[in-house]
C-alpha cells in the first residue's frame, strides 16, 4: 500500500511515498534555510509563500522518484498541525484537493506524533511499549506508546523547546541559524566543563522539561565574559566574544542539555520498562545525546537515518499509513488545520 505524505508546517516543503509504512519509495525535502538564515530566524509570511511556490513541484518530484503517479497512491497523508497556520494551510489545502480529485482518502496527521514515526522507516521497527523522545525546534515530548494511535504524554517543556535553546543560544553567542547544527560544531572545539550551569529543579517525579533558564544562564555567562556586567547589550556579545570563548559556552551548555534530555529518559525507563527507546526531531541529529544515550540505557536505542529526524514528509505518510489499518480517515471537506494541537 503506498500512502503520499505531505508536509508543511514550519519551513520544509516536503512530499514522500512510503509503501507499507516502512518502505521509503520517495522523500523530497525542499528546504528555506536559506531564505531564513537572512533573517536569523523563521518568517511566517515568507514560510508560506515559499510553500505556495514550491509545494506541487515537490510533490510531482516525490510521485516521480517512486516511479509511481498519483492514480497508484492508495491514500494520502498530510500535517495538519501543530504549526504555522498559513504554512499549514498550504500542505492541508493541497492534499484536500488531491484527495477530491483523485477520490483517495485522506489522512490527518499530528506533526509530533509523526516524527517518532521516523523510527519505522529502518529495520527492524521498534517494539511496543515503546518510549519516545520528540526534542525539535517546536516541541519537547517524552511519550511512551503501547501501539500505534495509542499513547501517553508523559511530560512536555514547560517554556522553551530544546531546539528553541539551541537556535537562542546560538543567536546569543553568535553563531548561525539554525542553532542546532552550529552549536555541536562549536562545541567539538570547546571544553563542556568550562562553565557549569543551572539544570532545572521540576519536582522529583516530573518529567517534564524546562530551558528557558539556562537560556538565560548562558546569556548571564556570555555577558560576565565580555565585559564582567549584565549591562552589556545582547546584541553586542557576539563580536565581543573570542573564538575560545564561544566554543566553550557551545560545549557547555550541549553538555546541559543532553544531561537534561538523558537523564529524563533514563527516568522514564526505569518507571516503564520499554521494549524500545526512539528519539526523534531535529535535536536527535545531535550526535553527542545520541552517543549518551547509547552509553547510559540499560537497553541498545533504535535510531532512525538522521535524515528522517528533521522535518520531513516520509515520517508523515508512515504514521499515515498506519492509520489506513485502523481506518481513521478524514472528510476532505472537513479537514481545519489545528495550530496549537498536542499530542
Ligand atoms: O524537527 P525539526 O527539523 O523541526 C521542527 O519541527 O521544529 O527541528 C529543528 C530544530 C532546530 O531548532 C535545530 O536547531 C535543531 O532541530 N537541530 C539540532 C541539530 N540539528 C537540528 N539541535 C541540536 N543538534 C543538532 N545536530
Ligand atoms: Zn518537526
Given at each position: 500500500?503506498?500512502?503520499?505524505?505531505?508536509?508543511?508546517?514550519?519551513?520544509?516543503?516536503?512530499?514522500a511515498?512510503?509503501?507499507?509504512?516502512?518502505?521509503?519509495?520517495?522523500?523530497?525535502?525542499?528546504?528555506?534555510?536559506?531564505?531564513?538564515?537572512?533573517?536569523?530566524?523563521?518568517?511566517?509570511?515568507?514560510?508560506?509563500?515559499?510553500?505556495?511556490e514550491?509545494m506541487l513541484?515537490?510533490?510531482?518530484?516525490?510521485?516521480?522518484?517512486?516511479?509511481?503517479?498519483l492514480?497508484?497512491?492508495?491514500?494520502?497523508?498530510?500535517?495538519?498541525?501543530?504549526?504555522?497556520?498559513?504554512?499549514?494551510?498550504?500542505?492541508?489545502?493541497?492534499?484536500?484537493?488531491?484527495?477530491?480529485?483523485?477520490?483517495?482518502?485522506?489522512?490527518?496527521?499530528?506533526?509530533?506524533?509523526?516524527?517518532?514515526?521516523?523510527?519505522?522507516?529502518?529495520?527492524?521497527?521498534?517494539?511496543?511499549?515503546?518510549?519516545?523522545?520528540?526534542?525539535?525546534?517546536g516541541?519537547?515530548?517524552?511519550?511512551?506508546?503501547?501501539?500505534?494511535?495509542?499513547?501517553q504524554?508523559?511530560?512536555?517543556?514547560?517554556?522553551?523547546?530544546?531546539?528553541?535553546?539551541?537556535?537562542?543560544?546560538?543567536?546569543?553567542?553568535?553563531?548561525?541559524?539554525?542553532?542546532?547544527?552550529?552549536?555541536?560544531?562549536?562545541?567539538?572545539?570547546?571544553?563542556?566543563l568550562?562553565?557549569?550551569f543551572?539544570?532545572?529543579?521540576?519536582?522529583?517525579?516530573?518529567?517534564?522539561?524546562?530551558?528557558?533558564?539556562?537560556?538565560?544562564?548562558?546569556?548571564?555567562?556570555?555577558?560576565?565574559?565580555?565585559?564582567?556586567?549584565?549591562?552589556?547589550?545582547?546584541?553586542?556579545?557576539?563580536?565581543?566574544?573570542?573564538?575560545?570563548?564561544?566554543?566553550?559556552?557551545?560545549?557547555?551548555?550541549?553538555?546541559?542539555?543532553?544531561?537534561?534530555?538523558?537523564?529524563?529518559?533514563?527516568?522514564?525507563?526505569?518507571?516503564?520498562?520499554?521494549?524500545?527507546?526512539?528519539?526523534?526531531?531535529?535535536?536527535?541529529?545531535?550526535?553527542t545525546?545520541?552517543?549518551?544515550?547509547q552509553?547510559?540505557?540499560?537497553?541498545?536505542?533504535?535510531?532512525?537515518?538522521?535524515?528522517?529526524?528533521?522535518?520531513?514528509?516520509?515520517?508523515?505518510?508512515?504514521?499515515?499509513?498506519f492509520k489506513?489499518?485502523?481506518?481513521?480517515?478524514?472528510?476532505?471537506?472537513?479537514?481545519?488545520?489545528?495550530?496549537?494541537?498536542?499530542?
Amino acid at each position: 500500500m503506498k500512502i503520499l505524505g505531505i508536509e508543511s508546517s514550519a519551513d520544509e516543503t516536503a512530499a514522500a511515498v512510503v509503501e507499507n509504512g516502512t518502505q521509503v519509495l520517495s522523500s523530497i525535502v525542499a528546504s528555506q534555510m536559506d531564505i531564513h538564515t537572512k533573517y536569523g530566524g523563521m518568517v511566517p509570511e515568507v514560510a508560506a509563500r515559499s510553500h505556495l511556490e514550491v509545494m506541487l513541484p515537490v510533490i510531482q518530484e516525490a510521485l516521480d522518484e517512486a516511479k509511481t503517479t498519483l492514480d497508484e497512491i492508495d491514500g494520502i497523508a498530510v500535517t495538519y498541525g501543530p504549526g504555522l497556520v498559513g504554512s499549514l494551510l498550504i500542505g492541508s489545502l493541497t492534499a484536500r484537493t488531491l484527495a477530491r480529485l483523485t477520490d483517495k482518502p485522506l489522512y490527518a496527521i499530528n506533526h509530533v506524533e509523526a516524527h517518532v514515526y521516523a523510527n519505522f522507516l529502518r529495520e527492524p521497527e521498534p517494539q511496543f511499549p515503546l518510549l519516545a523522545l520528540i526534542v525539535s525546534g517546536g516541541h519537547t515530548q517524552l511519550a511512551l506508546f503501547q501501539d500505534h494511535g495509542d499513547y501517553q504524554l508523559l511530560g512536555q517543556t514547560r517554556d522553551d523547546a530544546a531546539g528553541e535553546a539551541f537556535d537562542k543560544v546560538a543567536r546569543i553567542i553568535g553563531l548561525p541559524y539554525p542553532g542546532g547544527p552550529s552549536v555541536s560544531q562549536a562545541a567539538k572545539a570547546g571544553d563542556e566543563l568550562a562553565f557549569t550551569f543551572p539544570k532545572p529543579q521540576l519536582g522529583k517525579n516530573s518529567l517534564d522539561f524546562s530551558f528557558s533558564g539556562l537560556k538565560t544562564a548562558v546569556l548571564r555567562t556570555a555577558q560576565a565574559e565580555v565585559g564582567g556586567n549584565f549591562r552589556t547589550k545582547s546584541y553586542e556579545i557576539p563580536a565581543l566574544l573570542s573564538q575560545k570563548q564561544r566554543n566553550d559556552i557551545a560545549a557547555s551548555f550541549q553538555k546541559t542539555v543532553v544531561d537534561i534530555l538523558v537523564g529524563r529518559v533514563l527516568q522514564a525507563y526505569q518507571e516503564y520498562k520499554p521494549a524500545s527507546v526512539v528519539i526523534s526531531g531535529g535535536v536527535a541529529a545531535n550526535t553527542t545525546l545520541q552517543e549518551a544515550l547509547q552509553e547510559r540505557l540499560p537497553s541498545p536505542i533504535h535510531y532512525a537515518p538522521i535524515k528522517y529526524y528533521t522535518d520531513n514528509a516520509a515520517m508523515i505518510a508512515s504514521l499515515g499509513y498506519f492509520k489506513t489499518q485502523s481506518g481513521q480517515k478524514t472528510d476532505p471537506l472537513k479537514l481545519k488545520v489545528d495550530p496549537i494541537l498536542s499530542m
